[in-house]
Antibody
Framework: EVQLVESGGGLVQPGGSLRLSCAASGFTFSSHSMNWVRQAPGKGLEWVSYISSSSTTIYYADSVKGRFTISRDNAKNSLYLQMNSLRDEDTAVYYC????????????WGQGTLVTVSS | QTVVTQEPSFSVSPGGTVTLTCGLSSGSVSTTYYPSWYQQTPGQAPRTLIYSTNTRSSGVPDRFSGSILENKAALTITGAQADDESDYYCVLYMGSGIWVFGGGTKLTVL
């Protein structure tokens, strides 16, 4: 069974940093591209960042470009999101999601981790 | 900037049929955008319903179907049930590892 488990969320002050992790199991992590998707309280889903299976290709939404860094460690079956210069509007539940390239969609989702940016 | 449009809300009677749509602020949605649909209930992670326009994800009941209707992606629920009351999101693949979500449709079954 595919499992994605996010961790690392919490309360942080504006301008602060936080690192999210996503532990993957039940599939060959090193063969799959991954994404981070977030959802602000009471709002819709927003794609945040993409990383290819070998980390050679990375993309970011304009809203986080220059502040967030996506990475992965295939040996540890883990995905990461380093978030710096956090703003109030970054407050959201952050989900990691597995890409299924045969259909260009998100085939599996974690349960999410809440990041709250507030003073 | 690409904007994916969805109806903010919709209601359907139990047993009824409803079609939710997913469009582009400029241009038409086609299969080349590989539209996918996700269902989300409050406090839960999204659940994949439909991908590649019209392929149901594993375990999804056949009352859910996807299509392209009048230049928009569409999600049709036939024989709506009470537990279909959820938020529904469409996502379009823009290429090069970039996806854009629609704003979501809140479906009420009453």
């Amino acid at each position: 069974e595919v499992q994605l488990v996010e961790s690392g969320g919490g309360l942080v002050q504006p301008g602060g940093s936080l690192r999210l992790s996503c532990a993957a199991s039940g599939f060959t992590f090193s063969s799959h591209s991954m994404n981070w998707v977030r959802q602000a309280p009471g709002k819709g889903l927003e794609w945040v960042s993409y990383i290819s299976s070998s980390s050679t290709t990375i993309y970011y939404a304009d809203s986080v470009k220059g502040r967030f860094t996506i990475s992965r460690d295939n040996a540890k079956n883990s995905l990461y999101l380093q978030m710096n210069s956090l703003r109030d509007e970054d407050t959201a539940v952050y989900y990691c999601a597995r890409v299924v390239w045969s259909g260009y969609y998100f085939g599996s989702w974690g349960q999410g981790t809440l990041v709250t940016v507030s003073s | 900037q690409t904007v994916v449009t969805q109806e903010p809300s919709f209601s359907v009677s139990p047993g009824g049929t409803v079609t939710l749509t997913c469009g582009l602020s400029s241009g038409s949605v086609s299969t080349t955008y590989y539209p996918s649909w996700y269902q989300q209930t409050p406090g839960q992670a999204p659940r994949t319903l439909i991908y590649s326009t019209n392929t149901r994800s594993s375990g999804v009941p056949d009352r859910f179907s996807g299509s392209i209707l009048e230049n928009k992606a569409a999600l049709t629920i036939t024989g709506a049930q009470a537990d279909d009351e959820s938020d529904y999101y469409c996502v379009l693949y823009m290429g090069s590892g970039i996806w854009v979500f629609g704003g979501g449709t809140k479906l009420t079954v009453l």
